[in-house]
T-cell receptor, first 114, second 111 residues
Framework: KAGVTQTPRYLIKTRGQQVTLSCSPI?????VSWYQQTPGQGLQFLFE???????NKGNFPGRFSGRQFSNSRSEMNVSTLELGDSALYLC?????????????FGPGTRLLVL | AQRVTQPEKLLSVFKGAPVELKCNYS??????LFWYVQYSRQRLQLLLR??SRESIKGFTADLNKGETSFHLKKPFAQEEDSAMYYC?????????????FGKGTKLTVNP
């Protein structure tokens, strides 16, 4: 099976702009989670979607939002970008089997805000 | 609050030496813990989970609830083990799982 894919891989934006990142999960995976990775804070959970519904949300401001489509593809949006939003954004899709859930990560989208 | 601590940012050993990457967690419930690894220019991937009690690539990790630790060990390090290692705690709420990660330890195995 193809792994989790994320587009674009790199992005440069300026403060105040908005950005949309896309994630395609592994086929058959219905859960998609997003994480932000920065040198200072490490990997932090943003939100999780399952069957087009947000089930869980991390401690991020409302400028960070997401959605999931019927084919399980997910997008996250950041509005009114700030310098501190510069980070690697990771998407993970997961599948539960035998009572165990495993998250499979994509390569990430590196966002630079100038 | 749930927290995962990896006290060493950097760890350097020689090939063939034993290696231990430390992980401590703070969680009031029954923890589900993982080690993830990220090799250079590769994506983050699951190395092992405590519940499976398996050994992957020679690595093992034992959950010590008394010490709230989940240290990763390998008796003889190899150069290809050089990577970033992240300890993670799974929190499940209403069927939704989120991972709380430590800040990571960069392991360098020198020839």
């Amino acid at each position: 099976k193809a792994g989790v894919t994320q587009t674009p891989r790199y992005l440069i934006k300026t403060r105040g702009q908005q950005v949309t990142l896309s994630c395609s999960p592994i086929s058959g995976h219905r859960s998609v989670s997003w994480y932000q990775q920065t040198p200072g804070q490490g990997l932090q959970f943003l939100f999780e979607y399952f069957s087009e519904t947000q089930r869980n949300k991390g401690n991020f401001p409302g400028r960070f939002s997401g959605r999931q489509f019927s084919n399980s593809r997910s997008e996250m949006n950041v509005s009114t970008l700030e310098l501190g939003d510069s980070a690697l954004y990771l998407c993970a899709s997961s599948f539960r089997a035998g009572g165990l859930e495993t998250q499979y990560f994509g390569p990430g989208t590196r966002l630079l805000v100038l | 609050a749930q927290r995962v601590t990896q006290p060493e940012k950097l760890l350097s050993v020689f090939k063939g030496a034993p290696v231990e990457l430390k992980c401590n967690y703070s969680y009031s419930g029954s923890p589900e813990l993982f080690w993830y690894v990220q090799y250079s220019r590769q994506r983050l991937q699951l190395l092992l989970r405590h519940i499976s009690r398996e050994s992957i690539k020679g690595f093992t990790a034992d959950l010590n609830k008394g010490e709230t630790s989940f240290h990763l060990k390998k008796p003889f390090a190899q150069e290809e083990d050089s990577a970033m290692y992240y300890c993670a705690l799974s929190l499940t709420q209403g069927g939704s799982e989120k991972l709380v990660f430590g800040k990571g330890t960069k392991l360098t195995v020198n020839p």
